[in-house]
């Protein structure tokens, strides 16, 4: 199971995104600054925008789903269980996962933030694509809902994951991480030597880094535990 | 100085607290009662019981700039520079003036190539710059800043971070999810259930946070 970005060029105005690379099985994250075409270019993999010229190519990819940055735009049900419904679910099974036992008959927006993150994080999850693609999952949480997320996100077991995110502070174990700088795309390759190439690495890990550290994966423990490592 | 006494409205119960500081961060969990607490504080929202006093002044009395999370729910104008020009015009200053200080608010915030542009047309981020512009154009004596760096990569806040370090407001109040960014501040507020469970400089706040994650990430591997 695998996308294949041949080439990939795609311009509107003065913006262009520029691309090539294969995204195989597991967790990938793509960080690069606000504008640089993070969300264009989870369109362009979910196949709702055309490029202008190359490909996304899936090989053995039968479902996508596509999760926007704010989950309220995916609402379209005036209760939290007729929503898990509307996803091909049954609400047992979701609302459990979610955290949401008991709140079936709420209105999904008097769900807090973190809540209706949490159910079509559940939602998208449970669904159990091929290709999950997640537009800035963790914007806007507080850290025990990114927290959340996190372990959501590493529990999935299968399929190609693939996270658009700036977050630099609570991060899931992922297995490549990728750039967007100046309208290209660029793969840092597979963790952990993806990590010391990562330009806009989070401060802990540039810092553990400059240390002389060795993280094995992004997140704030890898960084402390190859800190000890090298203090004793 | 910040004064609040006997402040209740909707979740938030302020009894007394006073802050003399100029760049506040208010922190804690999502719907512990931050943005209701800079809502009242800004003048968005009369509190049911209490006061606020900002300068020794209450809210509406005073210059407030405010910049929210969603600067799509905010924006007002199609074209940039009207959204910026917005402030200024509702103050009535002559043209001239607000012409002067739409440019010199987007050369601050670093977005003067956009004043022609669609708002529709721009990214989160600099939807969030043009809202930064907008509350900075008519030189606040406060700045609120409601979660406004949560879609916004390091880069454009750290600019956000500099534009708010070097305007000429008074106070700066600014809610963040970024503990590393309230670990800047002078004062930090952490909230909870509505109520100000921590209070004081990051070092005396974050003492009391340390075996939760609302710990700034440098603390945490500097230790």
């Keep these: ?232 | 100085m910040i004064e609040i006494a006997d402040l209740r409205h909707r979740l938030v119960d302020i009894p007394d607290l006073a802050v003399d500081a100029r760049h506040i961060a208010v922190i804690g969990p999502n719907g512990s009662g931050k943005t209701t607490l800079l809502e009242v504080c800004s003048g968005i929202e009369e509190p049911r019981a209490g006061t606020v006093r900002l300068l020794k002044r209450p809210p509406s009395a005073v210059k407030v700039g405010w910049v929210g999370e969603f600067p799509d729910r905010t924006l007002l104008f199609s074209r940039v520079y009207d959204e910026i020009a917005s402030t200024p015009r509702f103050r009535h200053h002559p043209c001239p003036e607000t012409d002067e200080r739409v440019r010199a608010a987007a050369t601050r915030v670093g977005i003067s190539h956009l004043l022609d542009r669609k708002v529709s047309s721009l990214s989160g981020g600099e939807k969030a710059l043009v809202a930064l512009a907008a509350a900075c154009a008519d030189d606040p004596e406060v700045l609120v800043l409601d979660e406004a760096d949560s879609h916004l990569d390091a880069g454009t806040a750290e600019r956000v971070y500099r534009v708010v370090q070097e305007s000429t407001a008074a106070h700066v109040l600014w809610c963040t999810q970024s503990m590393d960014a309230a670990a800047g501040a002078d004062y930090v507020l952490f909230m909870e259930n509505g109520l100000v469970q921590h209070h004081g400089t990051p070092e005396e706040v974050f003492s009391a946070l340390e075996e939760t994650c609302f710990y700034p990430t440098m603390w945490r591997v500097l230790r």
């Design chain 1, 1 to 232: 199971m695998r996308i294949d970005l041949e080439d990939l060029l795609f311009s509107r105005d003065s913006f262009t995104l520029r691309g090539s690379g294969t995204f195989g099985a597991g967790v990938h994250l793509v960080s690069g600054p606000v504008g640089s075409g993070k969300s264009t270019l989870a369109l362009l993999l979910a196949e709702l925008l055309q490029p202008g010229s190359g490909a996304v190519r899936r090989h053995g990819v039968s479902s996508a789903l596509l999760l926007l940055q704010f989950p309220e735009h995916h609402v379209t049900c005036p209760t939290v269980a007729e929503e898990v419904r509307s996803w091909g679910l049954a609400p047992e099974d979701v609302l459990l996962r979610a955290d949401l036992v008991g709140r079936g008959d709420d209105d999904p927006f008097h769900l807090s933030r973190g809540e209706l993150r949490r159910l079509t994080l559940a939602c998208a999850v449970t669904r159990n694509p091929d290709l999950l693609l997640l537009d800035e999952p963790f914007s806007s949480l507080d850290c025990v809902a990114k927290r959340e997320a996190c372990r959501t996100i590493e529990e999935r077991g299968a399929g190609i994951t693939i996270i658009f995110s700036h977050e630099r502070a609570v991060l899931p174990r992922v297995d490549a991480v990728w750039e967007i700088e100046d309208g290209a795309l660029t793969p840092r390759g597979s963790v952990p030597d993806a990590i010391p190439l990562w330009r806009h690495a989070p401060p802990y890990l540039a810092y553990a880094l400059r240390e002389g550290a060795r993280p094995e994966n992004i997140r704030l423990s890898d960084a402390r535990e190859a800190l000890c490592r090298i203090r004793g």
